[in-house]
């Protein structure tokens, strides 16, 4: 069974933190599906990666906030806040693609 | 059991707040209000021009109301980064609008504490080797300083207390690590400062972490011996552990190690539990002090200046070879300056298209009927841009693509004039960490007695 991270999260977010970098939150509804993407360890470097198109390497890590059922991710904006070329000052409006991300449960722990 | 009670009127200066939730929170008798007045986030136009991003009139407005507040419940009033960046000139503009407000009380005690930071003191840490970047920020030059208009440090809780026990009714502070204004009382009167500052991280947002969050309404915060207890001051809104929790998420990396100019907000024993209905109570936050404190420098310099045009396309033949059109306009405008003008950046935000995450976007071919064009010129001059964008909107209003069916015209401008002139634009040349020095946050003494 297919879920989209959508259905299974109660927020969805990105923002800058600080001017250099971007930081995703996923605050999940239920501890069960949390658990099981956390421990299933497919929420990683590499997905980020792929999704924005950028080098594994500038995504910094992928911390787990118990306290909010939370996973957060972080990276390397490439263009800084507010420098030309940039689209997003606030970085609010990073998130969309995440909202699409399907994950296969069979098989997950 | 000895409290102390912490009011956040609203999230940022100027953002305003439901005067029944400040009256509430002033009828529990706090003992402190405190305002956060700034953020990096609008980026660095305001930091490098030396403006506020928040409203004159607004910000009025809220320090009005926290003023009378203060001064009738004779507690402190503290607000940081004023003016909305920190720098001296943001500091002066707030302190004139204080000055404006207590105008005839001149027994009132106002500390001023300024956060900028002089060249020499940036190159001499920079000569020691001693400007370490954050993470994913450039090492920097000596150029890089030199250009910077203006250098301001994050200051934590000391220079509040300092300017509390010299007896200061209301402080205005420049630059400030936002949970301080919140915790610097409460640090004062030795309440555990891990618990202090992250009760100060959450109440920096009043009550964007409450449900409904809302940027423009009170939060109270309650400091005990070991723990704390949130609260909005509207029956609007609650807090739950999860908006509390996930507000310690907020903007940062690394959410069990929040670092500040007075150490690390330690959250890895945290406990948030609901107090009641719409209270979380925290413990188990711990503060690591420092061995070595350092701040954060913040500086900004100018890259170019600005000009746009704002247009639209309907015609789904032209939006069909958007990319191929651009690029044509950007080759014509090059060929037709080379040797006179060729310092200059010329960029196309396509909103239907890529507008909102540019490189970042996934979708690669737009399904939208119609775009929006935003034409974005910088050059080294004002005049540059204008140049640029002039001629990259009137190359591109009667380029004859391949396959136009519609000769008359390609862009759909909403505005006559058809372009903007916008001035210097700046990007950030400091986000680097520097030894604390003694002295760095300078407090001064408003002068308010007009008769003097």
Redesign the interface.
């Known amino acids: 069974m297919k879920v989209k991270l959508r259905d299974i999260a109660e927020v969805i977010r990105s923002k800058n933190s600080g001017p250099y970098e971007l930081t995703i939150d996923i605050i999940f509804k239920e501890w069960e599906m949390f658990d099981r993407i956390v421990k299933s360890g497919i929420f990683n470097k590499q997905l980020i990666a792929d999704l924005y198109d950028i080098d594994e390497n500038d995504v910094f890590g992928i911390v787990e906030f118990l306290p909010a059922k939370a996973i957060k991710a972080s990276m390397r904006r490439k263009i800084v806040s507010g420098s030309i070329g940039d689209t997003d000052v606030y970085g609010a409006q990073q998130h969309a693609p995440l909202l699409d991300v399907e994950f296969e449960l069979e098989g997950l722990i | 059991m000895r409290e102390m009670k912490v009011l956040s009127p609203t999230a940022i200066l100027g953002y305003g707040f439901p005067i029944e939730s400040f009256n509430r929170g002033m009828s529990m008798n706090p003992d402190v209000i405190a305002v956060d007045a700034g953020s990096?986030?609008?980026?660095?136009?305001y930091l490098g021009a030396g403006i506020s991003f928040t409203d004159r009139n607004a910000v009025k407005r809220d320090l009005t109301h926290m003023i009378k507040g203060a001064l009738d419940h004779k507690i402190p009033l503290i607000v940081g980064t004023a003016g909305g960046s920190g720098a001296d000139v943001h500091l002066d503009w707030c302190v004139d609008i204080v000055r404006e407000i207590i105008d005839g009380k001149p027994d009132v005690k106002v500390a001023v504490i300024s956060a900028e930071i002089s060249k020499e003191q940036v190159y001499a840490a920079y000569d020691r080797g001693d400007i370490v970047p954050?993470?994913?920020?450039p090492d920097i030059s000596r150029t890089d300083i030199k250009n910077s208009t203006r250098i301001v440090a994050q200051m934590g809780v000391a220079p509040f207390i300092e300017a509390l026990d010299a007896g200061a009714d209301i402080i205005i502070a420049g630059r400030t690590y936002d949970p301080a204004v919140f915790a610097a009382l409460p640090v004062k009167e030795e309440f555990e400062p891990g618990l202090a500052l992250h009760m100060g991280k959450i109440l920096e947002c009043a009550c964007i972490a409450a449900t409904p969050g809302s940027g423009s309404d009170c939060m109270m915060g309650i400091i005990g011996s070991d723990y704390f207890k949130v609260f909005p001051l509207s029956e609007k809104r609650k807090c739950t552990?999860?908006s509390v929790?996930?507000h310690?998420?907020?903007?940062?990396?690394?959410?069990?190690m929040l670092h500040g100019p007075d150490g690390i907000i330690d959250?890895t024993a945290?406990?948030?539990n609901q107090a009641d209905e719409n209270s979380v109570a925290v413990s188990g936050t711990k503060f690591i002090p420092s061995e070595k404190p350092m701040v954060k420098l913040e500086g900004a310099l100018i890259?170019?200046y600005r000009t746009v045009s704002i247009a639209g396309a309907r015609d789904p033949i032209m939006i069909n070879i958007i990319d191929e059109i651009l690029e044509t306009v950007k080759e014509a405008v090059k060929t037709n300056f080379a040797g006179l003008l060729t310092d200059y950046?010329l960029?196309f935000?396509v909103y239907g298209k890529n507008?909102?995450?540019?490189?970042?976007e996934?979708i690669k071919r737009t399904m939208s009927h119609e775009l929006g064009i935003i034409i974005d010129a910088?050059g080294k001059s004002q005049e540059d841009a204008n140049t640029i964008c002039s001629f990259a909107r009137s190359t591109m209003l009667h380029y004859g693509y391949n396959g136009r069916i519609s000769t008359a015209g390609n862009l759909a401008f909403p505005y006559s004039p058809s372009d903007f002139k916008i001035g210097p634009?700046?990007?950030?040349s400091l986000?680097h960490l520097m030894p604390y020095e003694e002295g760095m946050f300078e407090i001064k003494w408003m002068e308010n007695d007009h008769e003097s």
């Open positions: 990096t986030d609008p980026g660095p136009y954050l993470n994913a920020v552990t999860l929790a996930a310690t998420l907020y903007e940062k990396s690394d959410p069990y959250l945290t406990k948030f890259a170019g950046k960029d935000k507008g909102v995450m540019g490189e970042l996934p910088v634009v700046y990007e950030f986000y």
